[in-house]
């Protein structure tokens, strides 16, 4: 546990199904069920999965833009002080390395607390030209939250802070100066990350990041990641729905159907010696061994008490439908949600 940074425990989440005037009330959609991970420093967790299986609800959660229906996620800080809360945060022994006893749920945090859990864990949306304000210039955009630091910060020293981070993402100091139309996708993108490098964090959670680019742009974000994990030590949690870049870029995946991880494994065992039949037919789509499902990922609106594949699955047996299997060990870092498994 000593390079601990974030640990998800039996994460659930489940939302008011709102489907017009008509509709039931009561009515819910399970979207996490029973997610657990760790994560540690310097480490790149892939969450894989379809549209609609929970991932990018999981992710939000990580960040606290949901609250849990039940479950933690334990932070571990690795710094007490922040230069730029001007506070304390956490616990940490006398040389400033992590001290484990700190590690807090972070849904007890209280305004001050998860304002600092934000700025060392920061969100990179899948869409920069929603969620980067069109009517800002990009310096703006990149410096506007120092404007809640309580350590105040000159003009000039926040250009040069934006300037140097422009500088890392590839981008020139006269873009500092545009507005986020006046890029390209890819330079949006660019600039999306800036404004999350710029509070120094430990970790970032990506969220389908590059799946609206070109594939020869999705390779230049790719690299640049994985330089700044280099450079910087950064740690990732990688949303995607693309095997194959997850396989590359990731250092353990955690593949996700309908609200539950059924495998998670290391990138190259996994691509090697997948157990989970569901994971099995996510490779062979994405290696072209398979025909398109006609069965669509269906929103899960009871408690899953089954094996969420089950109705998918060739090798189903009526055990498979009656209990939802643990997600035990097989291997050394490698768990399965199967019975056969």
């Known amino acids: 546990m000593s390079d601990l940074i974030l640990r998800a425990k039996n994460l659930f989440k489940s939302f008011d199904l709102e489907a017009g005037f008509f509709a039931k009330k009561g009515q819910?959609?399970?979207a996490v069920n029973d997610v657990s991970f760790d994560l540690r420093r310097g480490e790149t967790l892939g969450i894989v999965g379809e549209?609609?299986?929970?991932?990018?609800?999981?992710?939000?959660m990580l960040v606290r833009m949901y609250e849990p229906t039940a479950g933690r996620v334990l932070y571990y800080p690795q710094i007490a002080t922040s230069p730029e809360s001007g506070g304390s945060f956490g616990l940490?022994?006398?040389?400033?390395s992590q001290a484990q006893e700190g590690a807090q749920n972070i849904f007890d945090y209280k305004k001050k607390a998860l304002s600092e859990y934000r700025r060392r864990v920061k969100y990179v949306f899948q869409d920069p030209a929603r969620s980067l304000n069109p009517r800002m210039t990009t310096l703006s955009v990149l410096t506007d939250a120092f404007k809640f630091s309580p350590k105040k910060i000159g003009a000039e020293e926040l250009r040069e802070r934006a300037k140097k981070v422009f500088a890392e993402v590839g981008l020139a100091e006269r873009h500092l100066e545009k507005r986020p139309s006046e890029f390209s996708g890819g330079q949006r993108q660019r600039v999306s990350i800036a404004r999350a490098l710029i509070m120094d964090p430990e970790l970032l959670i990506c969220d389908e990041v590059v799946s609206a680019l070109d594939v020869s742009i999705q390779g230049q974000i790719l690299n640049l990641?994985?330089?700044?994990r280099a450079k910087k030590n950064l740690s990732f949690v990688f949303i995607t729905h693309d095997l194959k870049v997850a396989g590359w870029f990731c250092d353990r995946i955690a593949v996700m159907y309908r609200g539950a991880i059924v495998e998670e494994a290391p990138a190259a065992t996994l691509f090697q010696n997948a157990r989970h039949p569901y994971t099995k037919v996510l490779f062979d789509g994405a290696q072209g061994k398979a025909q398109a499902s006609s069965v669509e990922v269906t929103s899960v609106l009871s408690k899953e008490n089954g094996c969420p594949f089950a109705h998918r699955c060739p090798h189903a047996k009526a055990e498979c439908s009656a209990v939802l299997p643990p997600l035990r060990d097989v291997a050394d870092g490698h768990r399965v949600r199967c019975v056969m498994g």
């Open 51 to 60: 549209s609609g299986c929970g991932k990018s609800t999981t992710a939000r």
């Open 28 to 30: 819910l959609v399970y």
């Open 92 to 96: 940490s022994n006398n040389n400033g």
């Open 225 to 228: 990641l994985q330089d700044l």
